[in-house]
Nanobody
Framework: QVTLVQSGGGLVQAGGSLRLSCTAS???????????MGWFRQAPGKEREFVAA????????GYADSVKGRFTISRDNAKRSVYLQMSNLEPEDTAVYYC???????????????????WGQGTQVTVSS
């Protein structure tokens, strides 16, 4: 069982920046490097969509086209944490953001919601125009 606790988020004006954090617990400390990590978001009335993902080692990342060049995902395995740095935010980025994880043996990352087993509690990001 993996528990993900998120922090960060809030209200920001368009063009501003925010950083989300997500820390894992409940999994053996030495095994955080086996967790593929991802970020998703869900706007009101819409389905939860992929935002970004990172491999177990952190050597490869993937992004949704809508955030590419503006968002950066990173991880610190020693701190059992993954981060989402969001810059040049737009009103369309307003949503509840979720981190997610899955124990994986491969070297890649995942974009599909169904590929992830554990989810954070969600954090609201609101971008005003």
């Amino acid at each position: 069982q993996v528990t993900l606790v998120q922090s960060g988020g809030g209200l920001v004006q368009a063009g501003g920046s925010l950083r989300l954090s997500c820390t894992a617990s409940g999994y053996p400390f030495t095994s955080f490097g086996r967790l593929v990590m991802g970020w998703f978001r869900q706007a009101p009335g819409k389905e939860r969509e992929f935002v970004a993902a990172i491999t177990r080692s952190g050597d490869s990342t993937g992004y949704a086209d809508s955030v590419k060049g503006r968002f950066t995902i990173s991880r610190d395995n020693a701190k059992r944490s993954v981060y989402l740095q969001m810059s040049n935010l737009e009103p369309e980025d307003t949503a509840v953001y979720y981190c997610a994880t899955v124990v994986a043996g491969g070297s890649g990352y995942y974009r599909r919601r169904d590929d992830y087993d554990y989810w954070g509690q969600g954090t609201q990001v609101t971008v005003s125009s």
